[in-house]
């Protein structure tokens, strides 16, 4: 990901549009093949903040995709940037609720609150069954970006898997922000941060990283609940999931573990 630090442009952003200056600076931030990890931080942070509600969040996005009605520009599909940013802002909020500093979740060199002996991590509040660490996640050490992730077994499919896949290109693809495609082609969520049931993974992402999500019976299920409910087909995962694109050298170590619950 490409690292760049804060400038005029962001200034320049805040100026002109104060009522929408987190999605301007988002937009920015994923717009090109390489996210801008600074600027995703930043945005991390706002989003965390107490004093930043939902309601808020949802009227500044209103209010920016009028501004782009009334500047009548060209070649921003305003739904698919809500998408990326609610995913972007769930994984975030689970890190919080897992005592993940901002910070750690955007450094390539932190370690996982659960494999790091010297630190015990401190959560704000009980955690639900989905976010509990799999014993995997106290044994091998990780990313804490992985720990965000409220499927057990998707999560242990890619501690599994460590070393054989780009670490940075799985995270950019399962928020949708790597690169321009004009189709929803990361994971999606509907409600609750922490609960499986509120997540969907598309077809894209199925298809390009299948071994992540093998055994993964309760993503499936959810998925194909939410695509029902837009009128859509059901996402075959058989046929998914045997494809040989995005496989592993830990495919048959993979393939079926999922038996933990919620996953």
Known sequence: MQTSSPGDADASIARRSPDTAIWELFHSAICTGNPDRQKLSRIAAICNLDSIKPKQIISEFERWVEHYRIMSSPGIDHILVLVKFNIFRA?????????????????????????????????????????????????????????????P???????????????????????????????RNGMIVWGDPWDPASWEVTEAFATDWGWAIRGCDRLCQSTNYWRKRRGERPLKFERLLSQGAGTTDNSERIDGRDNLPLG
Do not use: F
């Open 91 to 151: 994984l975030m909020s689970n890190a919080r609720d897992l005592g993940i500093p901002n910070k750690s979740c955007m450094d390539d060199d932190a370690l996982s609150p659960y494999s790091d002996p010297s630190h015990n991590p401190r959560c704000i509040r009980p955690l639900p069954a989905a976010l509990q660490p799999t014993d995997l996640q106290r044994e091998i050490c990780h990313h804490p970006w992985v720990d965000t992730i409220p499927i």
């Open 153 to 183: 077994g998707l999560r242990d499919n890619l501690l599994l898997a460590a070393g054989s896949y780009d670490d940075l290109k799985l995270c950019a693809d399962l928020v949708g922000v790597h690169g321009e495609s004009t189709d």
